[in-house]
């Protein structure tokens, strides 16, 4: 049986340029997969066809479709979750695939301990004040374009109490008037990022020095440059450029 799959190497994917300037991101074998991995999840260093390279997923944004993104960041976080879940935590027993095929769980033969995938919530936070925006430099980034406020969600937390306690940490201000904008799979590899937007409260602008290197308010005609188009940063960032958040 001839299955679609997608093809991985170290967190990039293979694709295939094809004449009319599209990408084919799926691959057909002929032959049965390795067993430690299933249609749709595949890791090879080899590439599937003559003339196939390897993408990040930021690059592939906007050379193939969006249903096809998502297809690629289910793949992308599949994959990372078998690889890092081969042995059972509780008892360091090989784990077994799921008998059921169209279930995602992994098993422990040894205790039965049941292993699903698990998503990384985090959040980010466009925050304004008045017609200025909030932008950092991030030590850990080479880029030289302005980042908003982002950070994981701590156990315990809400995700309007993470908003609220990641611009404190990261920027020293309080911020009020938390709403929610939207969310997008970021398969780095398995996180979701949930867009906010919040007004400045109070507080002066003092970067961390740790994680954030500095950070400003910029009005919207003198903004340095933005986030690539494919992160929720961006849309966000033209989003509120047009009025819409």
Not at 137 to 160: C, D, K, M, W
Not at 195 to 219: K, M, N, Q, T
Request: aromatic content about 8%.
């Amino acid at each position: 049986m001839l299955l679609p799959s997608h093809l991985f190497h170290e967190g990039s994917i293979w694709a295939l340029p094809l004449p009319d300037g599209s990408l084919q991101t799926r691959f057909r074998f002929a032959s049965m997969e390795p067993t430690e991995c299933e249609p749709g999840i595949y890791q090879t260093a080899t590439p599937p066809a003559p003339g196939a390279r390897l993408y990040t997923w930021r690059q592939l944004h906007g050379l193939v479709p969006e249903d096809e993104m998502s297809a690629i960041a289910r793949s992308r976080g599949l994959l990372q979750w078998r690889l890092d879940n081969r042995r059972c935590g509780h008892c360091g027993a090989i784990l077994e695939r799921d008998v059921n095929p169209a279930e995602h769980c992994m098993v422990c033969p040894a205790c039965d301990a049941r292993f699903y995938p698990r998503i990384a919530p985090a959040v980010i936070t466009l925050i304004t004040r008045g017609d200025e925006v909030l932008l950092e430099q991030n030590r850990q980034y080479r880029h030289h374009y302005g980042t908003l406020v982002a950070g994981f969600i701590e156990p315990g937390e809400s995700a309007e109490t993470a908003v609220a306690r990641e611009a404190f940490e990261e920027t020293g201000i309080s911020v009020r008037d938390i709403r929610f904008v939207g969310s997008q799979a970021w398969p780095f590899p398995c996180n979701l990022m949930l867009g906010f937007r919040a007004e400045y409260a109070g507080g002066e602008l003092h970067p961390d020095g740790v994680e954030i290197a500095s950070c400003r308010f910029y009005p919207k005609d003198a903004l340095p440059p933005l986030p690539p188009p494919p992160s929720i940063a961006r849309r966000m960032l033209e989003a509120w450029l047009r009025g819409e958040i």
